[in-house]
């Protein structure tokens, strides 16, 4: 199998709130720390990665978090205004159609354009090389060897995946009909693209993987490089089951925090055991890696911890 | 210090209890289960979700989607009470069908409406036009509320990053179309052969700037819009005037708002922000449910927790494999505890916020799935 590294393009895919920003932040510092250049896009404007790195904020023009480690952030709006310049030649033109507020929000909603620019701009940021060239044809070393995306959550992810596609069905012919279907051949690139799945160890945000991981390959003609299911809980030790018997006959006899430590130990195995279970599920589901990252115990997450997360990914290889 | 009202009571003196709260916290089962304990309490209740992830028909043990109001068997929780006359019925909206359904409404004429449904841009539009959702859900609401068949609706709103956008993008919705379609794209009466032909522009610029426009999408799309526009332009008076009663009923007393929080420390700055736009959209919070609180600890609240294993856990000299055990209990023991303990600071910091006005509940989270009637029902002791 392919190397998670060996693509350009790693879509980070999942419902609101399971950790997307951390595993993209995760996958980016394990490309870095293998000596390759990667960038972090970030699709829905809050800057976490920056934050993560206690850096100020990359913007839409990008910045440094750390050593070969990048980030964007792109804004639908920006992403539009920098397509639409380009389409249109002048930006007096653009000021005019698309800075009245009620234009662009039909112009959005009809044609979809900020979803199609915002996954645009992910195929120019895939474009750019070292020397400045730009373009898909361009020659010479990639500027960034890697582009994570941390999308934005599934439903609307998943229609940002969609958006070149339908670009595609309701123009037909022209400019537009063209660059979508650039868009639309690097995404469903088996060299170039995958998508990761991001997951909770609960049924509900597992079974919306499952759903989503169809979708992608039946609809979308996406490949999937894997799952990974965030904050496992943790693993028990290799305890000899006598000495835990015993352990719990003492505490259960003396009460206070013994009693409480082991009654706490108790329920996160429960807690392990199911999560291992729905691990097991998407095995069985999907033929794809399934890896596992630790419920992590600081907040705000910050690098030692995304290191030691992205650590766990060399194992997927 | 005054009494907080209970939640149930909260509930039962209104019509309509609108839940709401940022993405990921539970809403949808907590609509369910709200809705769930009303039935039972004998009213005739619906939720009512817009849920593309059936979320709601699973927490109702129901295969598949529901597209239509989908009445759940109860006899299987109320063995004890059959008699009890309340009923529970279960809606998922389907943005699409909505609008194809307010289409047909509002439409003058089947050519209209025939040409609006097949037209491409409508089929995105209605999927894709920011607010759209909003807007259905605020239609459907007032279809089932005017059609008397409940006593009580518990609306699960859609997941807004923004805690008014349930309110406010309906209108923001119709006024874009309305002003879009007024200002840019004049449609005349008659036929939509060209895209020229379908549009009167003001002025020679944007003349200009039409040409250019259709150079880069290509000029069916011109016109495909130009059409859409034009036969939708009729619409709008109605759906404006649904949209203001909406907004009208959701600001009555027949009302009430429900917010549903997480006790994490990650979601408490966005709670806290939705709390603060919803006050100063003048929507008062009537009941907070706290979802998925850690089941506590024993002797929780006790900040004396030793340090290391061996004063709690008994160590054993030269039994290694016992002491790894222990450290391995206690180190389990610590991060639970610090997780609680972050979590009962957020759950102060919360009551801080919302002060003693409305029900408070916290419910526990659960070790199984709430995946059908009877796991749904285990939440109930917990709503009251």
Not at chain 2, 96 to 124: G, M, P
């Amino acid at each position: 199998m392919r190397s998670l590294l060996d693509n350009r393009i790693l879509i980070v895919l999942g419902k609101g709130g399971v950790g997307k920003s951390v595993v993209a932040g995760a996958i980016g510092l394990h490309a870095a720390t293998s000596g390759r250049k990667a960038l972090i896009a970030e699709m829905n404007g809050q800057e976490t990665q920056a934050a993560i790195w206690s850096r100020p904020h990359v913007g839409y023009e990008g910045g440094p978090l750390s050593d070969r480690l990048d980030a964007v952030s792109i804004t639908p709006s920006g992403a539009v205004e920098e397509y639409l310049v380009r389409a249109l030649k002048f930006r007096a033109l653009y000021d005019l159609v698309f800075r009245n507020r009620y234009i662009e929000p039909l112009m959005n909603g009809i044609l979809g354009l900020s979803d199609l620019c915002s996954i645009g701009k992910v195929m120019d940021l895939e474009w750019h090389r070292t020397s400045g060239a730009f373009g898909p044809d361009a020659e010479g070393p990639y500027r960034h060897d890697l582009i994570v995306v941390d999308a934005p959550a599934t439903g609307h992810g998943l229609a940002m995946l969609r958006a070149p596609q339908a670009m595609m069905d309701i123009t037909r012919v022209g400019p537009l009909f063209q660059n979508s279907r650039l868009i639309r051949d690097l995404i469903c690139s088996e060299d170039k693209c995958s998508v990761v799945l991001v997951t909770l160890p609960e049924e509900l945000p597992v079974m919306e993987t499952l759903e989503t991981a169809t979708v992608l390959r039946e609809q979308l003609n996406i490949q999937v490089a894997g799952v990974i299911v965030n904050a496992m809980p943790p693993e028990d030790g290799d305890w000899s089951p006598a000495l835990w018997d015993e352990l719990q006959q003492l505490t259960a006899a003396t009460g206070g925090h013994a009693r409480a430590a082991v009654d706490t130990t108790l329920r996160v195995q429960r807690r392990r055991e199911r999560a291992e279970h729905l691990v097991e599920d998407l095995q069985q589901k999907l033929a794809v890696p399934i890896l596992e990252f630790p419920e992590l115990n600081d907040h705000p997450i910050g690098p030692q911890s995304l290191l030691q997360l992205s650590s766990r990914l060399k194992a997927w290889t | 210090m005054r009494a907080r009202p209970p939640l149930p009571d909260v509930i039962d003196a209104h019509k309509i209890i609108v839940v709401c709260g940022t993405g990921g916290v539970g809403k949808t089962t907590i609509s369910a289960a709200l809705a769930l304990g009303a039935a039972l309490r004998g009213k005739r209740a619906l939720v009512l979700t817009i849920d593309p992830a059936k979320r709601l028909a699973n927490a109702l043990g129901i295969d598949g989607r529901l597209n239509e109001i989908t009445p759940i068997d109860l006899d299987a929780i109320r063995h004890d009470e059959p008699k009890k006359t309340g009923h529970l019925d279960a809606m998922m909206l389907d943005s699409k069908r909505t609008w194809d359904e307010v289409v047909c409404r509002f439409s003058q004429d089947e050519e209209t409406r025939d040409r609006i449904l097949t037209n491409a841009y409508y089929q995105r539009a209605a999927g894709t036009l920011a607010g759209s959702q909003e807007y259905m859900a605020m239609e459907k609401l007032l279809q089932v509320h005017q059609s008397g068949d409940y006593d009580l609706i518990v609306l699960d709103t859609p997941p807004t990053r923004n805690a008014l956008d349930f309110l406010e993008a309906p209108s923001r919705m119709i006024a874009v179309l309305q002003e879009g379609i007024l200002r840019w794209l004049i449609p005349r009466e008659g036929r939509f052969s060209s895209a020229r032909a379908g549009i009167i522009l003001f002025g020679k610029g944007q003349q200009a700037l039409f040409r250019l426009f259709e150079r880069f999408t290509g000029a069916e799309v011109l016109s495909g819009i130009a059409e859409f526009m034009g036969a939708f332009a009729q619409l709008l008076d109605g759906m404006r005037s649904r949209a203001s009663d909406v907004l009208n009923l959701l600001r009555s007393d027949q009302v009430a708002f429900v917010l549903v929080a997480s006790p994490r420390r990650l979601a408490l700055a966005e709670t806290s922000h939705f709390h603060e736009r919803l006050s100063e959209g003048g929507v008062a919070v009537r009941g907070l449910v706290i979802n998925r609180v850690r089941p506590p600890l024993a002797l929780r609240g006790h900040a004396d927790v030793p340090e290391a294993a061996s004063e709690a856990l008994p160590k054993r000299i030269d039994d290694l494999e016992w002491n790894a055990m222990v450290d391995e209990v206690w180190t389990t023991y610590q991060h639970e505890r610090a997780r609680q303990l972050a979590e009962a600071q957020v759950t102060e910091e919360l009551e801080r916020q919302f002060g003693r006005g409305p029900a408070w509940v916290e419910v526990p989270e659960k070790e199984a799935a709430i995946h059908n009637l009877e796991t749904l029902t285990m939440l109930l002791p917990h709503l009251q």
